[in-house]
């Protein structure tokens, strides 16, 4: 079976500050994709980024960035320069073997101003 | 830029009756999905669609629930008779061969409460 934990529910960040936010996952699949999705109040779900499991390198994004531990299953979220518009919940998600996505509970990230 | 609409957005209705939530993907793409996310839960997969058929559901997605792409263009999620525990966020989502299969651009869902 395929699963995401997060296990953080709530993270706090001061504005300008960097976070990070903790993924792990488990699959038997060689070949597979994750991602960090954002949802903001309004409920919608925006993609943050995304990380090809057979690329070393990991992915950024402007402000955000990913650190991919493979061999540990591991798949963080960094936010640098936080900003108020970054306060949501980020779900992080792992490409399913049939191309559905399985999910972690979530972690809601408030930020300070 | 394209984006992956829902409607409606939000959807009230009686236990018991049928509803239609109704998506339009973004134009290109091939693959469809509906996940629904119960309030403060985790957003659940309930079925993916690929060339006019399912291509997999999950255990969620039993004999109550249909999708049907039925002129090319929407993608529809059909409840056919509706319980209180159906009352949650539903999202569709599509992707296309070109970025990938697997990553799945999501509509603003549609909220149905079921009363």
């Known amino acids: 079976a395929q699963t995401v934990t997060q296990s953080q529910p709530e993270m706090s960040v001061q504005e300008a500050e960097t976070v990070t936010l903790s993924c792990t996952y488990d699959t038997s699949e060689s070949d597979y994709y994750l991602f960090w999705y954002k949802q903001p109040p309004s409920r919608q779900m925006i993609l943050v980024i995304r990380?090809?499991?057979?690329?070393?390198q990991n992915a950024t994004e402007n402000r955000f960035s990913v650190n991919f531990q493979k061999a540990a299953k591991s798949f963080s979220l960094k936010i640098s320069d936080s900003q108020l518009g970054d306060a949501a919940m980020y779900f992080c998600?792992?490409?399913?073997?049939?191309?559905?996505?399985?999910f972690g509970k979530g972690t809601k990230l408030s930020v300070k101003p | 830029e394209p984006e992956v609409t829902q409607t409606p957005s939000h959807q009230v209705t009686q236990m018991g009756q049928e509803v239609i939530l109704r998506c339009v993907p973004i134009?290109?793409?091939?693959?469809f999905y509906w996940y629904r996310q119960i309030l403060g839960q985790k957003v659940e997969f309930l079925v993916s669609f690929y060339n006019n058929e399912i291509s997999e559901k999950s255990e969620i997605f039993d004999d109550q629930f249909s999708v049907e792409r039925p002129d090319g263009s929407n993608f529809t999620l059909k409840i056919r008779s509706t319980k209180l525990e159906d009352s949650a966020m539903y999202f569709c989502a599509s992707s296309g061969r070109d970025l990938g299969a697997y990553e799945q651009y999501f509509g603003p869902g549609t909220r149905l409460t079921v009363t």
């Open positions: 990380q090809e499991a057979y690329k070393q």
């Open positions: 998600a792992l490409g399913g073997s049939q191309g559905n996505l399985i």
């Open positions: 134009s290109n793409h091939l693959y």
